[in-house]
């Protein structure tokens, strides 16, 4: 019984020391690649841009596998197509992180499993061959062979430079352009445009408990109820504040580069069309351009009305060659608030009439709700919102409207108007009631001191 024992163990280790160990982690099915391999050559290389492409989409794990199969054939895109002729922003979006399945599709749609030289290429014709990308619907690469000897990959990429790279396991083909799935292109797409980004339901305002001053639900309220709210209770902080509240100005601290918000939105004025006039006065006829730029910077928001090209034109010449007109005329357009064609509209819908604070003190301009739109001023000299939100950044606020304002004070007289003058009213003092009689005592008074009417009173 002890000989059979002694056996078996012997038996037991002469199994493990002639079986060698395998570790856990290793694979039994992988295969190390040859210095000579097609994907040693791809790395070495003169296709640079389609190598790091590779590397930064973790692929070489992957085509590795491949080539221990099968052979395959690479159309590797040239360096001027991945660096200079490509989409800024689709290589862009291509490298973000959560696009790498993405990268990795486009990637393996250039890598056909199979090994094709530019002899075994379809003649006049083309044929359909499996890549190695995932997706079904952009599986399959079609190769076309042009009756001008051409040869075309995808219908759109030529190959100009066939059997650059040869190996036992495979080619790599030089082609033009990259090629780009048809799920790829849908997905930058749908990115592109935004479709993917669902819309946010608008709310009502929140209402206000008069009684506790804090917010509550919005309960149904008739029709033809009042508010609960009196109208002055219900104004805002007002648009000064919109969208967000900004440092006191006057501080140490410039807190906003308002000198590249205004030049931002005088080029807009210039790319919009129909504001050159405007823009022209603003930066080469005044230095409102560079005073704006300090005003934002320290903290105000401003709103400008902008008169467009047509409305400049009708301006005169005596209107313009006074000394400081330009600005006087400017300085009347600009508000102090942050107003958008929105705000304006909801106050003018609500209130009336609306008046503004503006840059001239002390004139205001008024404005009122008319044809659906915001009318300023009255009269021949109003003008109506007719570009609304040409420029809104939260600082600056530029609307454009048909006219040039000017104060109700100063509007143009035409010439050669008589004015009449009224003669001035006669003004008649009344005579107090008991003055003669004190007269009467006076003289009286005079002549006789010994008199009985000395005492009149």
């Known amino acids: 019984m002890d000989t059979q024992i002694y056996g078996a163990l012997g038996i037991l280790f ?19 690649i040859n210095s000579n391999s097609v994907l040693v050559a791809l790395l070495d290389s003169h296709y640079t841009e389609l190598s790091e492409l590779v590397e930064k989409a973790l692929l070489l794990q992957t085509l590795e596998e491949a080539v221990s199969k099968h052979n395959i054939t690479i159309f590797a895109p040239v360096n001027e197509a991945l660096d200079k002729h490509l989409d800024p922003d689709f290589k862009r979006f291509l490298l973000e992180p959560g696009n790498l399945k993405l990268l990795q599709n486009l990637l393996l749609f250039h890598v056909i499993p199979f090994r094709v030289g530019s002899d ?7 044929a359909h061959y499996e890549t190695l990308c995932s997706e079904e619907e952009d599986n399959r690469l079609q190769l076309t062979g042009e009756s001008s000897g051409e040869k075309v990959v995808g219908g759109l990429a030529k190959l100009t430079r066939p059997d650059d790279v040869v190996r036992h396991d495979g080619l790599i083909h030089g082609i033009e352009r990259l090629l780009v799935p048809k799920l790829v292109q849908e997905e930058f797409n749908r990115r592109r445009s935004l479709t993917s980004i669902s819309a946010v339901l608008p709310e009502g305002a929140p209402v206000v408990d008069p009684r506790a001053n804090r917010l509550k639900k919005p309960a149904p309220v008739p029709a ?3 508010p609960a709210l009196p109208v002055y209770d219900a104004l805002a902080p007002g648009p000064s504040l919109a969208p967000a509240p900004a440092p006191g100005p006057g501080g140490v601290h410039r807190h906003f580069d308002g000198e590249s918000q205004v030049k931002d939105f005088i080029q807009t004025l ?9 823009a022209d006065i603003l930066v080469n006829l005044t230095a409102l351009a560079t005073e704006m730029g300090k005003l934002v910077s320290e903290g105000y928001v401003l709103t400008v009305l902008a008169p467009n090209d047509e409305a400049m034109a009708k301006l ?8 400081g007109a330009p600005e006087q005329i400017m300085y009347y357009h600009l508000i102090p608030e942050y107003q958008t064609e929105e705000s304006m509209y909801n106050s003018v819908r609500r209130f009336g009439k609306v008046s503004y ?15 659906g739109s915001v009318k300023f001023g009255s009269g021949e000299e109003s003008a109506y919102l007719f570009d609304p939100d040409i420029y809104t950044d939260g600082r600056i606020s530029v609307q454009g409207i048909d006219g040039v304002l000017f104060p109700v004070e ?4 035409p010439a050669g108007d008589v004015v009449d003058v009224a003669p001035p009213a006669k003004v008649v003092v009344k005579q107090k009631r008991g003055r003669l009689l004190e ?5 009286l008074g005079a002549l006789g001191k010994d008199s009985q009417f000395t005492s009149c009173y």
């Open 316 to 323: 005169t010449t005596d209107q313009l060659s006074d000394p």
């Open 357 to 371: 604070d503006t840059l001239r003190l002390p004139h205001k301009v008024v404005a009122e709700e008319a044809d």
């Open 270 to 278: 210039l790319h919009y069309g129909g504001y050159n006039e405007l």
């Open 120 to 126: 075994h290429w379809p003649g006049s014709g083309f």
């Open 224 to 226: 033809g109820a009042p």
């Open 14 to 32: 002469l199994i493990f020391i002639l079986i060698p160990i395998t570790p856990l982690n290793a694979s039994s099915t992988s295969t190390p």
């Open 410 to 413: 100063e509007k143009p007289k």
């Open 439 to 443: 007269v009467a005592c006076s003289v």
